[in-house]
Nanobody, 124 residues
């Protein structure tokens, strides 16, 4: 069982930056592939970024490549999402998720555990 708690969301102007954190419970965090998803009002949940537990490889949605960076600190049981050059279209609730699979899945059903989400609002 893994519990995930996101933090770091907020209101930021376009062009600004935020860093989201996702703290995980449990002693096997290092064996979970971690992902970030987001859901904007009226839209479906979409993949944002992921990081594999086995290789450390990362994957990003095209819409955030070059602006967002996912990283993890296994000693702190935490995964981060650094978001730079934010745009109004990045406004959404951001969720972190954990998967026991070695590779990064870009679909939600590939993940076993989810956090409650943190709101990110980017004003123009």
């Amino acid at each position: 069982q893994v519990q995930l708690v996101e933090s770091g969301g907020g209101l930021v102007q376009a062009g600004g930056s935020l860093r989201l954190s996702c703290a995980a419970s449990g002693r096997t965090f290092s064996r979970y592939t971690m992902g970030w998803f987001r859901q904007a009002p009226g839209k479906e949940r979409e993949f944002v970024a992921g990081i594999s537990w086995s290789s450390g490889s990362t994957s990003y949605a095209d819409s955030v490549k070059g602006r967002f960076t996912i990283s993890r600190d296994n000693a702190k049981n935490t995964v981060y999402l650094r978001m730079n050059n934010l745009k109004p279209e990045d406004t959404a609730v951001y969720y972190c998720a954990a998967s026991s699979s070695a590779g990064v899945s870009t679909i939600g059903r590939g993940y076993d555990y989810w956090g409650q989400g943190t709101q990110v609002t980017v004003s123009s």
